[in-house]
C-alpha cells in the first residue's frame, strides 16, 4: 500500500550569521521500506534521528530532496484534484502536541464535526453527530465532551479527541508520531489499548513512531531502527529481549527499555 525508496530530505543550514556558507543537512538519508494494508510498523530512534520527518514526508506535509513515496503504486506528488482530496482523507496522521488539531475558539464538537463536513458532504447532520457520538464511545469518552473547549480537558482527553478526529475520516493508513510521549502513564496505557482495539477491528496500516521500543512493541508487527537519518536495521515484532538484531545502536535502545521488577534487574546500584 505504502512504498518509500530511496527517500532524501535534506536542509541548507547557515554555518553562521552575516554569512553565506551553508551546510547541506541530510535529516533523512535514503530510506526505503514498504507498509501493507492492515499492517503496523514501529519506527524508532533517539531524539533528530528523523522519525518525524519521515511522517511528514509520507503525509505530503513537506517537499522530498530525492526519491520517491507511493501510496496504492501512484507517487503521492502526482495527485491533484479528486485524487489529492481522496489521499488527504485515506492518510492521516497524529501530532505529539495535543493542541495543534485542535482550534481552541470552538466547542469539540464543531472540531470533529468540521473534516465530516469537508468528506463526507453526502451524510445529515444527524448521521454525523450519531458517527461523532460512536468514535467518542470507541475512545471511552462521555458525550458531555462535545461541548467543551479543548483548554478545560485534559492532555490525554485532548489526545483521544485528536484520534477521534482522525478515526472519523476511516483511514487506510495512520501515522501517530509520538503521540503518548507527552503524556501520563496511566493515560498513554488506554491510548495504547485503544490503538491496539483499532488493529483488532479494522484493516487500517498503522505507522507508529517513538522513541519508546516497547510501545512499539506491544502494538507493531516490525520495528524499524533509524538513526541519524538512516534506517540501520529491521526487526521482526517478538517480546522484549528476544530480538534477532544485530547494531550495537539497537542493543542500546533495548537496553533502555526499563525493568519493572526489581528481580530482574541484573545491574544494581547501591
Known amino acids: 500500500m505504502l512504498e518509500v525508496k530511496n527517500v532524501v530530505k ?3 543550514i547557515k554555518l553562521r550569521l552575516f554569512t553565506k556558507n551553508k551546510l547541506d543537512f541530510r535529516a533523512i538519508d535514503n530510506v526505503s521500506f514498504k507498509l501493507k494494508e492492515g499492517e503496523a510498523i514501529g519506527i524508532v530512534g533517539e531524539s533528530g534521528c528523523g522519525k518525524s520527518t519521515l511522517g511528514r514526508l509520507i503525509l ?4 522530498t530532496t530525492e526519491g520517491s513515496i507511493k501510496y496504492k503504486g501512484k507517487d503521492i506528488w502526482n495527485f491533484k484534484g479528486k485524487e489529492l482530496k481522496i489521499f488527504r482523507k485515506q492518510c492521516q496522521i497524529i501530532f505529539q502536541d495535543t493542541y495543534c488539531s485542535l482550534n481552541p475558539n470552538i466547542k469539540i464538537i464543531d472540531s470533529l464535526m468540521e473534516p465530516l463536513d469537508n468528506y463526507f458532504i453526502q451524510l445529515s447532520k444527524e448521521e454525523k453527530i450519531n458517527k461523532i457520538e460512536n468514535i467518542i464511545g470507541f475512545a471511552k469518552l462521555d458525550k458531555d465532551i462535545l461541548e467543551k473547549y479543548p483548554s478545560s480537558i485534559s492532555g490525554g482527553e485532548r489526545q483521544r479527541i485528536n484520534i477521534c478526529r482522525a478515526l472519523l475520516l476511516e483511514p487506510k493508513l495512520l501515522v501517530c508520531d509520538e503521540i503518548i510521549s507527552s503524556l501520563d502513564v496511566c ?30 512493541d506491544y502494538l507493531c508487527d516490525k520495528i524499524i ?6 534506517i540501520i536495521e529491521t526487526i521482526e515484532n517478538k517480546k522484549l529481549g528476544l530480538y534477532s538484531y544485530k547494531k550495537e ?7 533502555s527499555v526499563p525493568i519493572n521488577h526489581p528481580s530482574k534487574r541484573v545491574n544494581t546500584i547501591y
Open 225 to 230: 531502527v533509524m538513526e541519524s537519518g538512516r
Open 249 to 255: 545502536y539497537t542493543e542500546k535502545l533495548l537496553s
Open 187 to 216: 493515560t498513554q496505557v488506554s491510548i495504547m489499548s485503544m490503538i491496539k482495539e483499532l488493529r483488532e477491528k479494522s484493516n487500517t496500516a498503522i505507522l507508529f513512531i517513538s522513541h519508546d521500543i516497547s510501545v512499539v
Open 60 to 63: 505530503r506535509l513537506e517537499n
Open 10 to 12: 535534506s536542509y541548507n
